[in-house]
């Protein structure tokens, strides 16, 4: 089975500041995909950055980027230039190539002006 | 393209009662899977179906049960109510056929209250 671990169930930055959020997942599989979904308050979940397992190159959307360690399984996120809007509830997740995504228990980070 | 469509919004049942969530995925996707949010257990996955099939199912008790139609329009239905139930339920849809991402696209969810 796999699992997912956040470790940081809450983090705060400045805005304009740069922020990490970890990952880690404990998987048999080779092939798979991780995510990381925001889900702001109130508001419905969305895909922020998706990253293969098969790819060496870390993804990068704008200003969120990831640092994917495949023989660590780790999967951090990085927000760079922080916004008031990044402000939510982010999920780390896991799918392999068929079945069911697992998701970590979320951290919730909160971008001060 | 429509996104994912989840009713109700909000509900308030009583123990004991059942309830049914309905669940519209986006055009195309053949691929509905339900989560249960709570703010003590975060995501926990309930069960997916696909093309009419439950395809994976999650550790929960035999009064959590869907269902899927042939337009790929689910529901979910609790029966027996518990206070524990309480929570938010999430619905997402993905094209479900390889290359399988795995990519969620979640609805609003049902905010479900038992009192």
């Known amino acids: 089975a796999q699992t997912v671990t956040q ?46 397992a098969y ?22 996120l990085k927000i760079s230039d922080s916004q008031l809007g990044d402000t939510a509830m982010y999920f780390c997740a896991f799918s392999p190539n068929a079945g069911k995504s697992t998701f970590g228990d979320g951290t919730t980070l909160t971008v001060k002006p | 393209k429509a996104g994912v469509t989840q009713t109700p919004r909000y509900l308030i049942k009583t123990r004991g009662q059942q309830v049914t969530l309905s669940c519209s995925p986006i055009s195309g996707h053949r691929s509905v899977s339900w989560y249960q949010q709570t703010p ?31 337009n790929s329009r689910s529901e979910m239905n609790v029966s027996t109510l518990e206070l524990g139930d309480s929570a938010l339920y999430l619905c997402a849809s993905s094209l479900g056929w390889l290359p399988n991402t795995g990519e969620l696209f979640f609805g609003e969810g049902s905010r479900l209250t038992v009192l």
Request: aromatic letters at 16%; glycine letters at 6%.
């Open chain 1, 55 to 76: 790819k060496q190159q870390n993804a990068t959307e704008n200003r969120f980027s990831v640092n994917f360690q495949k023989a660590a399984k780790s999967f951090s």
């Open chain 2, 40 to 70: 003590g257990q975060g995501l926990q996955f309930l069960f997916e179906y696909f093309s009419e099939t439950q395809r994976n199912k999650g550790n929960f008790p035999g009064r959590f049960s869907g269902r899927q139609f042939s």
């Open chain 1, 7 to 52: 470790s940081q169930p809450e983090m705060s930055v400045q805005e304009a500041e740069t922020v990490t959020l970890s990952c880690t997942y404990d998987t048999s599989e080779n092939n798979y995909y991780l995510f990381w979904y925001k889900q702001p308050p109130s508001r419905q979940m969305i895909l922020v950055i998706r990253q293969e």
